[in-house]
């Protein structure tokens, strides 16, 4: 299924409206200062598996707007928060401040643990989860109530993409 998202992002007309929405990510309040890790092999600092296999005994938590706990719930940066807490990574609170303050990773080096993000308010870097591998990426949905997983290669979030970080490769921890 990778190999479909990668075909589906590049050969498709899905890539002028992913290359457009990252233009304008550009022209918004987005800092920029995140390079791009373009390398294909690139090994994650932290246990990654470890931090999948977490998030994935939490589907079915619910979603819970501001929350960010297993026992109240999650919104989707509490989720993403929560997981990473878990592993000595502290991470800022919200998926737009995420965005900005982690590393690029560009999608043919990403790897299970990385963060996806997407457009799904009109806003750049309004929704994260977490990529488990393959097509897949685990969320606290507000639509589905809960926390579930999710094919990066379904029509909503193809055009929603706008691309992805990794928690862990430059200081993440948040004053």
Known sequence: MA???????TQTRALPVLIALGLLGGCT??????PVLSQPRVAAPIGNKAVVNYAMTLRG???RWGKESPREGFDCSGFVQHVYSR????LPRTARQMADHLLKIDQRARQPGDLVFFNTTGEPFSHVGIYVGGDAFVHS???RGRVIVSALSGRYWLQ???GFRRPGW??????
């Not at 190999?3 to 992002?9: C, D, I, Q, R």
């Not at 430059?170 to 004053?175: A, F, L, P, S």
């Open 160 to 162: 929603h993409f706008l």
């Open 170 to 175: 430059r200081e993440t921890q948040v004053r």
């Open 87 to 90: 592993y000595g990574v502290r």
């Open 3 to 9: 190999g479909f998202f990668y075909f589906a992002l």
């Open 29 to 34: 309040a987005h800092s920029g200062r995140a």
């Open 61 to 63: 938590k619910p979603y």
């Open 141 to 143: 949905s507000s639509v």
